[in-house]
């Protein structure tokens, strides 16, 4: 029986050069090197291009209605997707691997907000992001969410509330 415990390098002698690991894909994506063309510019090839973004939120709870200052707090989960036109791979190069984790300090991120909320969020942000092999991101994050909402309370307890929640970019149209 060989004993691996005492080698230098990470690799068994038998082993083939063939990439079967997510470190493998974040090197050949540069996310470890110089990141600054992944996290600095908007992930387009061209400037005019727009980039989409998809927005999924669930409300999967009120959690108090506040009358006397017209606000109320909600638990919300949020999905985000959009494509980096500079992150892609062939999965059969790495061993069928389609996906990979990756922090959210190595990519871009849209700048989203939540315009009516009204107290920041104590919740801390999810602190990674999915990279599929043909370039799209997905962003999951959970949020309390404390917002205004001008409720019209004269008809208590038959009433109907309608709030918003509008999400908008901070420094993009």
């Known amino acids: 029986m060989t004993d691996y415990n005492n080698q230098t390098s990470d690799k068994r002698p038998d082993e083939t050069e063939t990439m079967c690991t997510y470190w493998d894909i974040v090197e050949y994506l540069n996310l470890t090197k110089n990141k600054d063309k992944l996290t600095m510019i908007r992930p387009t090839r061209h400037y005019e291009s727009p ?5 999924e939120v669930k409300i999967y709870a009120i959690l108090d209605v506040r009358e006397a200052d017209q606000s109320f707090i909600s638990y919300i989960w949020i999905f985000m997707e959009w494509r980096n036109h500079y992150l892609f791979w062939n999965e059969e190069d790495f061993c069928g ?15 989203i907000i939540i315009e009516e909320m009204t107290e920041k969020d104590k919740n801390l942000p999810s602190p990674f992001l999915k990279v599929h092999n043909y370039g799209v991101i997905e962003y999951r994050d959970d949020k309390f969410v404390t917002s205004t909402c001008k409720m019209k309370i004269f008809n208590f307890p038959f009433d109907i509330q309608s709030c918003n929640i509008t999400f908008r970019s901070i420094l993009y149209s």
């Open 51 to 55: 980039t989409l973004l998809y927005i």
């Open 97 to 111: 691997i389609s996906k990979v984790v990756v922090p959210c300090e190595s990519l871009w991120m849209p700048d």
